[in-house]
T-cell receptor
């Protein structure tokens, strides 16, 4: 079966750095996405990786290793507004998105 | 504001009622999706419409019936629902054929079945 694993919840301190991991087992691979979802709101697109390596976008970076079936989202200089759920999703061989259950990130002052 | 709107935002319905959820996208996309989001579970893809044709129906019970009259509008018709259908229903759209074709989500309809 297809599976996306990510931690259920993480806690970090304002101003610090946090890394949210995602491992996947899917039938084929056509890209990996990270989305942010604040409570009661729509998921919003953060990043897309299809080749191995690091993609940087301001305070957020996303890394992919296809051989290891592994990705992480790195958030730097954490702000209180970064408290949200972070969803990892992989597009499989049929170009269908397979979603993880999300990681709830709690930022403390 | 993502360019995808959904109405209503909240809905409470009895098991014998019939209601419809509406989604509209203002992005010129060619694909639209219905997802179900339950607490602490992955997003569940329910239906996909690509160029107005339904291309996915992931074993969704017949009490959920989608309708896509044009590429900008998507409906989800509900009838004789069960309490376990209570969830957040999210609509999304994307432009298929581009490299990443990320999905843009609406704010969702919080559905409670009593």
């Amino acid at each position: 079966g297809q599976n996306i694993d990510q931690p259920t919840e993480m806690t970090a301190t304002e101003g610090a750095i946090v890394q949210i991991n995602c491992t996947y087992q899917t039938s084929g691979f056509n890209g990996l996405f990270w989305y942010q979802q604040h409570a009661g709101e729509a998921p919003t697109f953060l990043s897309y990786n299809v080749l191995d390596g690091l993609e940087e976008k301001g305070r957020f970076s996303s890394f992919l290793s296809r051989s290891k079936g592994y990705s992480y989202l790195l958030l730097k200089e954490l702000q209180m507004k970064d408290s949200a759920s972070y969803l990892c999703a992989v597009k499989d061989s049929n170009y269908q998105l397979i979603w993880g259950a999300g990681t709830k990130l709690i930022i403390k002052p | 504001e993502t360019g995808v709107t959904q109405t209503p935002r909240h809905l409470v319905m009895g098991m014998t009622n019939k209601k419809s959820l509406k989604c509209e996208q203002h992005l010129g996309h060619n694909a639209m999706y219905w997802y179900k989001q339950s607490a602490k579970k992955p997003l569940e893809l329910m239906f996909v419409y690509n160029f107005k044709e339904q291309t996915e129906n992931n074993s969704v019970p017949s009490r959920f019936s989608p309708e896509c009259p044009n590429s900008s509008h998507l409906f989800l018709h509900l009838h004789t629902l069960q309490p376990e259908d209570s969830a957040l229903y999210l609509c999304a759209s994307s432009q298929e054929g581009t490299e990443s074709y990320e999905q843009y989500f609406g704010p969702g309809t919080r559905l409670t079945v009593t």
